[in-house]
Structures are given as C-alpha cells and as structure tokens.
C-alpha cells in the first residue's frame, strides 16, 4: 500500500469516479489482467484478445515467452497510452533453475545472494533485442525449495531482466552451468495471480454482452496506480495539464511518498480519474515543502470526459 504525503485537502471534487463510466468509455480505458497460458506468444494472446472482444487496438506490459505463464497486463485503446509504465514497472517471477552438476545449500545459498542487487547481463541469443551488456537490478532472489539439482527460486527484479540468463548466472557463480526449466510471472504493475482472469473468462464475458460480466473483467486503467508513483492534482490544475502544461507544486494536492527525480509518476484528479502520467522533477518531500517550480514534466494525458 502506498504511503502518502498530504500538502492540502480539496474539498472540492469535480469529475467522474472510474467506476460510474459508461461501458463504452469504461472499455477504451481498461485493462485485463490476464494469466498467460503456456504455448502461445503474449503477441498471438494479443490477437486471440482482439478476436474475442474486436477491439483493434490493445498492447500487452512487458513480453513473456511462449513456454513461460503468469501475470500480463492488457490495456486496451486509450490505456495503451501507458506502456513506458507498464514496461518500466518491477516484476515478480517464481522459476525452476536446473543445476548441471550437485551443489550444496549452503554454496547455493551464497551464490543466489551474490546476485541480488545491481548485476550485468547479455540478453540470450534468442531475444529480441540488441544483444549487448546492461545493468539491471534484483530485488530479492529468494531460494524456496532444493531437490537434487533442481533449484526453485523466487526473483522481485527490474523490468527487462532475463530470469533465463540469471539461472545460468547462478551456475557461473557455483563454477557450473545451469539452466532455466520452468518459469511463472506472479506479480506485474503490482497485480498477482489473484487479480488475474484467464482466455475462457475473457471468451464468456463478451459472449454473454452483460455488462456487469464485462466489468469484472476489464478493469479501469486507474488500478495501475497500486504499483506506481502517484500524485493527485488539483481541480484547478487539470486544464492545464490537459493542454500540454506540466504540473507546478501549486496543483499538488497529495503525492506518495517514495517519488525520486526522473521516476514515472502517475496524475490522478481527486475524483479519483487518472489524467496522464510524466517524469518526476522534483522528490515527494520537495513536491510538498517547495513553494514553486515544476513537479511533474508531463507526457501523456489521457482523454478527460465530461
């Protein structure tokens, strides 16, 4: 849950709550959380999403192998106006790695945690992008259960982490190879498994054309804001916003707490509507002592309705 910081109550709250859309605009800007089955690539999951609902225009928040199942995020239409978030976004993954050679737990223990923190990877062969050294973070590498040679692991890491690669990592540290055998996103954006509906469901809600079937499952794109940055705007400040300004710390309102200069921050009307996203300029803690300068640069803006 978030922790915010509160530079001003607004009494005033003039807009649309997310959920009292009509189901028209309720679509164009929602998402589903899906649970990808093994098999299919997340680009043919697309179009079999397309196929069942028509919608043309949909994207998916960060690509998973075919042999790989777990939590993709699907906004659709307007939503897809937030992937640098969706992309951008930490990810979850519980996985099997298969050492080449025993090893005790004590010496896998040791080289799973010499992994975590700032680490170089090349991505694998078969990616497809450029397949030249970066720098990624891992949050947690969690060791769950040893049995013979098979090691399962839990790993919280940075977008863009190769989870196959990190696998022969652990081997390169124990002085083996290693390989990666099976893997499962469980948590994207800040969504898990619990949150997630599957193909069949997303086939019987259009099927059925109930829209209280439908609700339960595209939900709002506002959800996205549960694993993000945030800061909620003033009424006053929204028109501005909306006509290419960036938002000053006198449209501040409230912001979480943990914003840094250049993180992704998600703007909310105090109605609860998200209005756009753009890039931190200032800290949470600057955000609300600083009396002027830019809060936000701001970088998308999400149709407003009224």
Same mark, same amino acid.
């Given at each position: 849950?978030?922790?915010?910081?509160?530079?001003?109550?607004?009494?005033?709250?003039?807009?649309?709550?997310?959920?009292?859309?009509?189901?028209?605009?309720?679509?164009?800007?929602?998402?589903?959380? &899906?649970?990808?089955? =093994? !098999?299919?690539?997340?680009?043919?999951?697309?179009?079999?999403?397309?196929?069942?609902?028509?919608?043309?225009?949909?994207?998916?928040?960060?690509?998973?192998?075919?042999?790989?199942? !777990?939590?993709? #995020?699907?906004?659709?239409? +307007?939503?897809?106006? &937030?992937?640098?978030?969706?992309?951008?976004?930490?990810?979850?993954?519980v996985g099997i790695a298969y050492l080449h050679k025993p090893a005790s737990e004590d010496k896998i223990l040791d080289a799973c945690n010499e992994l975590k923190g700032i680490i170089k990877q090349t991505p694998p062969k078969r990616s497809a992008v450029a397949r030249r050294e970066r720098e990624r973070e891992i949050y947690d590498l969690e060791v769950l259960?040893?049995?013979?040679?098979?090691?399962?692991?839990?790993? @919280?890491?940075?977008?863009?982490?190769?989870?196959?690669?990190?696998?022969?990592?652990?081997?390169?540290?124990?002085?083996?190879?290693?390989?990666?055998?099976?893997? =499962?996103?469980?948590?994207?954006?800040?969504?898990? +498994?619990?949150?997630?509906?599957? &193909?069949?469901? @997303?086939?019987?809600?259009?099927?059925?054309? *109930? *829209?209280?079937?439908?609700? +339960?499952? @595209?939900?709002?794109?506002? /959800?996205?804001?549960?694993?993000?940055?945030?800061?909620?705007?003033?009424?006053?400040?929204?028109?501005? /916003?909306?006509?290419?300004?960036?938002?000053?710390?006198?449209?501040?309102? =409230? #912001?979480?707490?943990?914003?840094?200069? !250049? *993180?992704?921050?998600?703007?909310?009307?105090?109605?609860?509507?998200?209005?756009?996203?753009?890039?931190?300029?200032?800290?949470?803690?600057?955000?609300?002592? +600083?009396?002027?300068?830019?809060?936000?640069?701001?970088?998308?803006?999400?149709?407003?309705? =009224?």
């Amino acid at each position: 849950m978030h922790k915010w910081l509160i530079k001003e109550n607004e009494a005033s709250v003039n807009g649309k709550y997310p959920g009292a859309r009509e189901m028209e605009e309720h679509i164009r800007k929602g998402i589903i959380i &899906l649970d990808k089955p =093994r !098999g299919p690539t997340s680009h043919i999951v697309d179009k079999h999403i397309k196929d069942i609902t028509g919608i043309e225009k949909l994207s998916h928040g960060g690509t998973l192998d075919p042999p790989v199942s !777990g939590v993709l #995020v699907i906004p659709l239409l +307007e939503s897809t106006k &937030l992937m640098p978030i969706l992309l951008s976004s930490r990810k979850e993954y519980v996985g099997i790695a298969y050492l080449h050679k025993p090893a005790s737990e004590d010496k896998i223990l040791d080289a799973c945690n010499e992994l975590k923190g700032i680490i170089k990877q090349t991505p694998p062969k078969r990616s497809a992008v450029a397949r030249r050294e970066r720098e990624r973070e891992i949050y947690d590498l969690e060791v769950l259960e040893i049995k013979g040679q098979y090691v399962l692991i839990r790993v @919280v890491c940075e977008a863009g982490t190769y989870i196959r690669r990190l696998c022969e990592q652990i081997g390169w540290k124990l002085d083996m190879g290693a390989h990666m055998v099976e893997l =499962r996103r469980t948590k994207s954006n800040g969504f898990t +498994e619990d949150d997630c509906v599957n &193909l069949q469901d @997303v086939f019987d809600a259009f099927v059925s054309d *109930d *829209d209280n079937i439908i609700r +339960e499952i @595209v939900q709002p794109l506002e /959800l996205i804001g549960n694993g993000a940055h945030c800061v909620v705007v003033g009424q006053g400040a929204i028109l501005n /916003l909306c006509n290419g300004s960036p938002l000053y710390v006198g449209g501040v309102v =409230r #912001v979480t707490s943990d914003i840094q200069i !250049g *993180d992704y921050v998600l703007m909310y009307s105090v109605s609860g509507e998200m209005i756009g996203f753009g890039v931190a300029k200032m800290t949470s803690e600057q955000m609300i002592l +600083e009396n002027k300068g830019v809060a936000v640069k701001t970088d998308r803006i999400i149709k407003i309705e =009224r």
